[in-house]
């Protein structure tokens, strides 16, 4: 299922000719779209607070009369009212001004979001999506069934880990990220469900920061969910879990029986 992009998410917001038809039917899609609203409405409610005081122009042009009865030179009144009016605005430009810088980076969230903040939100949109109900999960348990799945629909076999501690492969799918058709597989484990999502991009790419101590591994948190990635060979796999089920730590562990014994 192709997800609406940001621009069409956008153009909703703005009232402009969308087809709804894929809204209606996508849960996820609406929860971004809610979000989206949601960021937009504290933006104008932000830029509406900042007004001038009451009076102020009645007091700049009171002070602009009374300028002019003293001096018939038009230059210095020019001046005298530059002055002026430079004094009384500038507190409510500062304050304009400070409210951009705080509010810039949501501003460019909204419009045009990073790549690396992009990825993050499509990945975890996949461990959404394996969460519920899927109509291209392939429920299996034995990993040779699943690396023949993997070889027909991607054309290549993922590393799968070693399983046991209370952990099990529950099958696998294939979805889309960044436009490519990419293989996740799901992983029950005794804290909670993990996906486990195969990917070219690098860990650096999609926004993951080194782990400290952890040779090789890179973690990031997104959208109330903690990743850790490691790269094997030309590929990366990302571990996803919830925030309040899965540490970094607990991803990582899994990831580790990816690797070669040499490497763990």
Known sequence: MNHLTN?????????????????????????RLAEKRAIAARLRSAFMSVKADEGLADRIRSQ?????ETTKNIASI??????????????????????????????????????????QAELVMIHQQNLGSHREFYSDTDPE??????????GFTPAFPCTGQGMEIRGCCVAHFKGQIVGSYVVDTPRGIISVIVV?????????????????????????????????GDYSYCAIG??????????????????PNTQQ
């Open 7 to 31: 621009e069409q998410l956008e153009n909703i917001i703005q009232g402009r000719d969308e087809d709804h038809t894929h809204l209606d039917q996508c849960q996820d899609c609406r929860e």
């Open 64 to 68: 602009i009369n009374r300028d002019s």
């Open 78 to 119: 020019r001046q005298i009212w530059a002055i002026r009016l430079h004094r009384k605005i500038w507190p409510a430009l500062t304050a304009a001004a400070a409210i951009l810088v705080v509010l810039l980076p949501l501003i460019l969230y909204v419009t045009t979001p990073s790549t690396a903040t992009a990825a």
């Open 145 to 154: 069934k699943l690396a023949e799945f993997f070889k027909d629909k991607l």
């Open 200 to 232: 070219t991009e690098t860990p650096k790419e999609m926004g993951m920061k080194h782990m400290p101590g952890k040779k090789g591994f890179e973690k990031s948190s997104y959208a109330q969910n903690n990743m850790v990635t490691v790269r094997l």
């Open 242 to 259: 919830k925030i309040s089920e899965i540490s970094h730590e607990y991803l990582r562990g899994l990831l580790n029986r990816l690797l």
